[in-house]
Structure formats: structure tokens, C-alpha cells
Nanobody, 124 residues
Framework: EVQLVESGGALVQAGGSLRLSCAAS????????IGWFRQAPGKEREGVSC???????KYAESVNGRFTISSDNAKNTFDLQMKSLKPDDTAVYYC??????????????????WGQGTQVTVSS
């Protein structure tokens, strides 16, 4: 059974940092594109960052330079380090894994598996 379990969501002040973690199981980690999406209240879900099968990293323009994605293939975990957080980063964050095309990493339809989500709230 495939499972993705996020942790690390919290309430943080603007300018602060937070690290989200995703524990993955039930699939071959290295065969998938893995990453993070988020959904803010009243907004569509959006791709935040991902890592390709070859280790290439992609970031949404809104988080580039502030967020860093990393993975530990031996432990089947991947993290999202978030710095200089802004109120606009407030959202439910989901870790994802998929066998779709890395070219369309920002498209939620490329991902087969989703975690349950973890809430990140950034206060001003």
C-alpha cells in the first residue's frame, strides 16, 4: 500500500522558517517524481516544488530562493525547507509522488499519490 505522510506544519510568524517532511512507503522511491503542492483557502492547488527521477529540482516562481526541496532515498523521505515565510504562503501543503512527466511537474494530474496534507499558517 502506497502511503505519504506529511509532518511539520505549524503556525509561524512572517519571516520565519519551517521544515516539512514527508515519509513515503509502498513504492520504489527512485522511480517517481516527488514533490510538494499547496492549497490556500479559496484558491486552486498549486505546485510548489519537485525533484525529478534524475534529481533535478523545480520551484514555483513564488517560492524560488526561499524554499529548498531535498530527499533521502535511503530513508524514503523528502523535505521542504521554507525560509522567509510570508502570509501568502499560508496553505495546506501536500507531498506527492507520480510517474507522470516531469515536464509538467506543476500539474496535479501528473501525480498518482498524495499525502493527507499539513497546515502551514504564516501570521503577519
Amino acid at each position: 500500500e502506497v502511503q505519504l505522510v506529511e509532518s511539520g506544519g505549524a503556525l509561524v510568524q512572517a519571516g520565519g522558517s519551517l521544515r516539512l517532511s514527508c515519509a513515503a512507503s509502498g513504492f520504489n522511491f527512485e522511480d517517481y517524481v516527488i514533490g510538494w503542492f499547496r492549497q490556500a483557502p479559496g484558491k486552486e492547488r498549486e505546485g510548489v516544488s519537485c525533484i525529478s527521477r534524475d534529481g533535478i529540482r523545480k520551484y514555483a516562481e513564488s517560492v524560488n530562493g526561499r524554499f529548498t526541496i531535498s530527499s533521502d532515498n535511503a530513508k524514503n523521505t523528502f523535505d521542504l525547507q521554507m525560509k522567509s515565510l510570508k502570509p501568502d504562503d499560508t496553505a495546506v501543503y501536500y507531498c506527492v509522488a507520480g510517474r507522470g512527466s516531469f515536464r509538467f511537474w506543476y500539474d496535479e494530474n501528473e501525480y498518482n499519490y498524495w499525502g493527507q496534507g499539513t497546515q502551514v499558517t504564516v501570521s503577519s
